[in-house]
Antibody, heavy 117, light 107 residues
Framework: QVQLQQWGAGLLKPSEALSLTCAVS????????WSWIRQSPGKGLEWIGEIHHSGTITYDPSLKSRVTISVDTSKNQFSLKLSSVTAADTAVYYC???????????WGQGTLVTVSS | DIQMTQSPSTLSAFVGDRVTITCRASQSINSWLAWFQQKPGKAPSLLIY???SLESGVPSRFSGSGSGTEFTLTISSLQPDDFATYYCQQYKSYSRTFGQGTKVEIK
């Protein structure tokens, strides 16, 4: 059974960098899309970006200048970095695994990241 | 970017009701549409992919239809466990986008 376990700092100050990691267990790392999605308190889902095991990466245009998604296949992990955070980046961040046909089949538990001075 | 618009934003219904949620895309996405269910405090879960394919383990009372720009999620007989928020997402373009969500409440 595939499990995604994510972790990272939960409290940041404005202008700091957000860094989250998601570890995959119980399943293959290759052949899938690995995504990050966030949800601001009381709001809807926002797709941040994704990386395919082949190395193809795409980002939401509104976040592209601040986002980096990377993968460490040796550790079955992928990561999200978001620079220069503001209060608007306060959200629960989720990592997901999906396929070409079936997106976001597996989800991490979510990490609440709060940006506050 | 492809914009996704869901309606209604909130829906009140009785147990046993037939419920339909609509999702419209700002341009054609063929059948590259998924539906997700999210309960409070939980991660979303995939219900429907490729507009009409039921994810494994999802009850058959859920169904999806549509192609191009207009899609629907139907719950044939609403059950207590179905009260949740539902999101559509297009995955045709490289920049995936979600609808704003539809909250299904108990009437």
């Amino acid at each position: 059974q595939v499990q995604l376990q994510q972790w990272g700092a939960g409290l940041l100050k404005p202008s700091e960098a957000l860094s989250l990691t998601c570890a995959v267990s119980g399943g293959s790392f290759s052949g899938y899309y690995w995504s990050w999605i966030r949800q601001s308190p009381g709001k809807g889902l926002e797709w941040i970006g994704e990386i395919h095991h082949s190395g193809t990466i795409t980002y939401d245009p509104s976040l592209k200048s601040r986002v980096t998604i990377s993968v460490d296949t040796s550790k079955n992990q992928f990561s999200l970095k978001l620079s220069s955070v503001t209060a608007a980046d306060t959200a629960v961040y989720y990592c997901t695994r999906g396929g070409l046909q079936r997106p976001h089949v597996n989800w991490g538990q979510g990490t609440l990241v709060t940006v506050s001075s | 970017d492809i914009q996704m618009t869901q309606s209604p934003s909130t829906l009140s219904a009785f147990v046993g009701d037939r419920v339909t949620i609509t999702c419209r895309a700002s341009q054609s996405i063929n059948s590259w549409l998924a539906w997700f269910q999210q309960k409070p405090g939980k991660a979303p879960s995939l219900l429907i992919y490729k507009a009409s394919s039921l994810e494994s383990g999802v009850p058959s009372r859920f169904s999806g239809s549509g192609s191009g720009t207009e899609f629907t999620l139907t719950i044939s007989s609403l059950q207590p466990d179905d009260f949740a928020t539902y999101y559509c997402q297009q995955y045709k373009s490289y920049s995936r986008t979600f609808g704003q969500g539809t909250k299904v409440e108990i009437k």
